[in-house]
């Protein structure tokens, strides 16, 4: 057991021998809880250098050794579920020196990533995808005929969401010739029941009973009420010890649950498993954080650490300045505000709870909060529900979950006008978690659909108030707000409705107008004071403000759009809409994300590399205006 995280290289000779899964399998069985200490205490020495997620890595340390040993990667097939669980599979998958760089701008991805290594079978950022993906590539080696074995690890929640059950479906519906390993941590589908149920499990996996249970079952089924009685008590006898029964109904052959952590049981228990035709289900309980104690003790605090620095010995001084909240921090209070004033306001995140900021919601107000577990679009629908009878959900959703309950968005919420406020958390670039994880597209998915009130605060406080705005607001509207702290605006306590579809003057200028939407503002204002340029802070992205659109339009030469946001279909997609359908000829630059998926690194590096930092957006307005002024030239000396 581990309760400190190591400062210097721990020595880790098994380890460092391995550069390729094959040289794992050049070791004895009796080799391998060796191997599997120092690849843990390596995980804590590398995460701490770099930080990142490590509490799901340290929980899967000997399936990661078990599978990589059993199988014949990267030949053999294993799609990993969630992502955040693969830090062991990178380190043997011969990663294990680039770990410190882990995501850091061009170094490894925190999660699978198929163009980084070959051993990475499927990208991986979004939950429950991985049974859907290794179906996928299971029938891909039948109707090929390669001889190739397929393995599906998910866990960490992630088969709460219905695409997971969905695929377990097919998977039966098909035969096919694949694993699933359900990852229990016990931070999601049940508690670890004891030593009886290894011990069946043991018997369950074992070739001797499943040569019984096929021998048994062609003699039998030739007298079907014998075969009857007797599938019945099998499934009494494996009910009666193990939570097994409904795989079972969906046509797996469940195993388990065994101890993740016992490294022979798990050998044994998969090296027979392997062998088994059709679809197969093994349970394993592990515990999140496992050989960490302070991690074991707090699985969700230690999900993920930052780098550790080095303290110097002697702290310097440093001036005393107020912490500024997270956006997040901003919608927990506004939440905890308004419940005190609307007993019919009802909190509902799909999984989200403390990424969001509801900690101190649920537990003021813990029947109106409703964590359903990593079902995004079971979450929209279910806000639709409560809005259909009277009440006002607010769903806190991060912006790439949203992406998944966008059918449910439309269809159960818009096209019915339903009263439901999104507070969409990690809009724009999310750094070090990269593209899986980026909210890039919510305004270009959000303002092309009916009903829908849409706002983009550049601020804490205009968070605050358009939070207000939009749970006062009839029908469904969405304030997207990032990761992170702001600029440190002044939050005042008092909420105001703000008029649905205007923006404000921030600074008054000549020749170029910059049209805000969203939290690029600061960035914005030092670039406007060197050009002189007009701010407009947009705040509604739908409805747009037209009145001051046609207004800048007017006294200006060049439109600028700028949001961190896809510019296709983004809000300056909208403004130029808006302009052409009233005739209006004018120079507009839309400054947004490119139409590119943006790797991970720093986020204010990342916004520096689109351009979209003070100095990128004064150079793409000054790079126009050299481009207009050249125009303009050109056009005089042909007059003359």
């Not at 399936?63 to 097939?77: E, G, K, Q, S």
């Not at 358009?466 to 009839?474: A, E, I, P, S, W």
Request: net charge negative; charged share 20%; proline share 5%.
């Amino acid at each position: 057991m581990f309760t400190e995280i190591p400062r210097s290289r721990p020595s880790t000779p098994l380890l460092d021998g391995i550069d390729q899964t094959a040289d794992l399998r050049q070791l004895d069985d009796v080799q391998l809880p060796q191997l599997a200490n120092e690849l843990r205490e390596y995980l804590l020495y590398c995460v701490g250098q770099s930080g990142g997620h490590f509490g799901a890595g340290l929980g899967v340390v000997e399936l990661t050794v078990a599978l990589h040993y059993l199988y014949n990667t990267p030949d053999d097939r294993i799609v990993w579920d969630v992502g955040h669980q693969t830090y062991p599979h990178k380190i043997l998958t011969g990663r294990r020196e680039q770990m410190h760089g882990i995501r850091t701008q061009d170094g490894l991805a925190g999660f699978p990533k198929r163009s980084e290594s070959e051993y990475d079978t499927f990208g991986v950022g979004h939950s429950s995808t991985s049974i859907s993906a290794a179906l996928g590539m299971a029938l891909a080696a039948r109707q090929q005929g390669i001889d190739r074995k397929t393995v599906a690890v998910i866990g960490d929640g992630a088969m709460t969401a219905g695409m997971a059950f969905e695929a377990l479906t097919h998977s039966a519906h098909v035969e096919a010739d694949m694993l699933v390993i359900l990852n229990d941590n016990q931070m999601s589908i049940s508690h670890n029941s004891g030593g009886l149920n290894t011990y069946f499990s043991k018997i369950w996996a074992s070739k001797a009973y499943t040569n019984l249970r096929a021998g048994s079952k062609s003699v039998l089924s030739k007298i079907p009420q014998a075969w009857g009685v007797a599938r019945r008590i099998e499934e009494s006898m494996k009910g009666f010890v193990a939570p097994g029964v409904i795989f079972e109904e969906l046509g797996f052959n469940y195993i388990g649950p065994i101890d993740g952590h016992d490294l022979p049981t798990l050998i044994s228990t998969i090296r027979n498993m392997r062998e088994l035709p059709g679809p197969q289900l093994l349970h394993i309980m592990t515990q999140k954080g496992k050989g960490f104690a302070p991690a074991e003790k707090d699985p969700v605090g230690y999900h993920a650490i930052n780098k550790i620095e080095v303290k110097p010995s002697v702290a310097p001084a440093q001036p005393a300045t107020g912490k500024k909240p997270k956006y997040q921090k901003v919608f927990g209070d506004w939440l905890c505000d308004t419940a005190k004033e609307d007993k019919l306001l009802i909190g509902i995140t799909p999984a989200m709870g403390e990424g969001s900021g509801m900690i101190e919601f649920s537990e003021q107000f813990p029947d109106r909060y409703h964590d359903v577990a990593i079902a995004e679009q079971h979450a929209v629908t279910l806000a639709a529900g409560m809005a259909c009878d009277g009440l006002k959900p607010v769903v806190a959703i991060y912006s790439t979950f949203l992406q998944r309950a966008y059918d449910q968005l439309i269809h159960d919420v818009a096209l019915q006008n339903l009263d439901v406020l999104f507070g969409i958390d990690r809009a724009g670039l999310v750094g070090e978690d990269g593209p899986t994880h980026a909210g890039s597209f919510d305004l270009s998915f959000l303002r092309c659909i009916p009903n829908m009130l849409v706002m983009a605060p550049s601020d804490e406080n205009e968070t605050r108030q358009l939070l207000y705005t939009g749970f006062k607001f009839k029908g469904p509207a969405a304030v997207r707000y990032p990761r992170g702290t702001g600029p440190g605006a002044v939050i005042e306590q008092a909420m105001t409705e703000l008029e649905i579809g205007k923006g404000i003057i921030r600074r008054q200028g000549k020749s170029v107008a910059i049209l805000n939407f969203g939290t690029l503002l600061a960035d914005a204002m030092p670039a406007a004071e060197t050009l002189n340029a007009t701010v407009a802070d947009m705040r509604f992205v739908k409805p747009l403000d037209q009145q001051m659109i046609l207004d800048l339009a007017s006294s200006h030469d060049l439109i600028v759009t700028l949001e961190e946001n896809a510019i296709a279909g983004g809000a300056g997609a909208g403004v130029s809409e808006y302009l052409s359908s009233q005739g209006i000829d004018i120079p507009v630059l839309h400054l947004g994300l490119p139409d590119t998926f943006i790797d991970h690194g720093k986020h204010q590096d990342l916004l520096a590399a689109c351009g979209l930092n003070t100095s990128g957006i004064l150079h793409s307005i000054e790079q126009r205006l050299e481009i207009l002024n050249q125009s303009v030239s050109a056009r005089e000396s042909k007059r003359l």
